[in-house]
C-alpha cells in the first residue's frame, strides 16, 4: 500500500468536519483514509493557545505549515548552506557522493551528512535547478530504487 501525505485539502477537509462535530471515523470515510491517520494527523498538528485557550484547535493551514516545517528540518543541505557549498564544490570537482560523505567525516567537520543524503539532494528539485546530476559519475536525470531487481 503506497503512503502518502495528508495535502492541504485533506487538511482543510478535516478541519471543517472537526468544527462541525463530526466523529474521526466520518471524516476518515469521507477523505478515504483510515481513522487512525486522522488521529495520528489531530494529535500531531492540534495547535494549543495558553493566553487566548478558545483559539486552540485543528488548523489546516497551521498544520500544512508545521508539516513543511519539520520535513525542512530534516534536510542538512538545505539548511546549512557552508556544508551544501562543501558538497557541490567536491562534486563538481568529480567525486563521487560516497566520496563526499567519507571525507567530510575524515576531514573532521561538526556536520556531516551520508551519500544517501547527497544523492536526495541532488535529485530533488533545488538539486536538479542547479543540475547537479550531471556531476555525478553515473550522470542520470533521474535515480533508480536501491533495491530494484
Do not use: W
Not at 38 to 46: A, G, L, P
Not at 76 to 86: M, Q, S, Y
Not at 94 to 103: K, M
Not at 115 to 127: F, K, L, N, P
Request: charged share 35%; hydrophobic share 30%.
Amino acid at each position: 500500500m503506497k503512503r502518502t501525505e495528508l495535502n492541504l485539502a485533506e487538511r482543510r477537509t478535516i478541519e471543517d468536519l472537526l468544527h462541525r462535530k463530526v466523529n474521526v471515523t466520518e471524516i476518515a470515510r469521507r477523505i478515504n483514509r483510515h481513522r487512525a491517520t486522522i488521529y495520528r494527523e489531530i494529535k500531531r498538528n492540534f495547535f494549543k493557545d495558553d493566553e487566548l485557550p478558545q483559539l486552540s484547535g485543528y488548523y489546516g493551514m497551521t498544520a500544512q505549515r508545521c508539516t513543511a516545517e519539520r520535513r525542512a528540518r530534516r534536510r542538512k543541505l538545505v539548511r546549512i548552506p557552508t556544508l551544501r557549498e562543501a558538497v557541490i564544490d567536491r562534486l563538481q570537482e568529480g567525486c563521487s557522493p560516497e566520496q563526499i560523505a567519507g571525507r567530510l567525516k575524515f576531514e573532521g567537520h561538526t556536520t556531516t551528512v551520508s551519500h544517501e543524503t547527497i544523492y536526495s539532494y541532488v535529485y530533488s528539485s533545488d538539486g536538479q535547478s542547479q543540475e547537479l546530476a550531471r556531476y555525478l559519475p553515473d550522470r542520470r536525470k533521474k535515480r533508480k530504487p536501491r533495491h530494484a531487481a
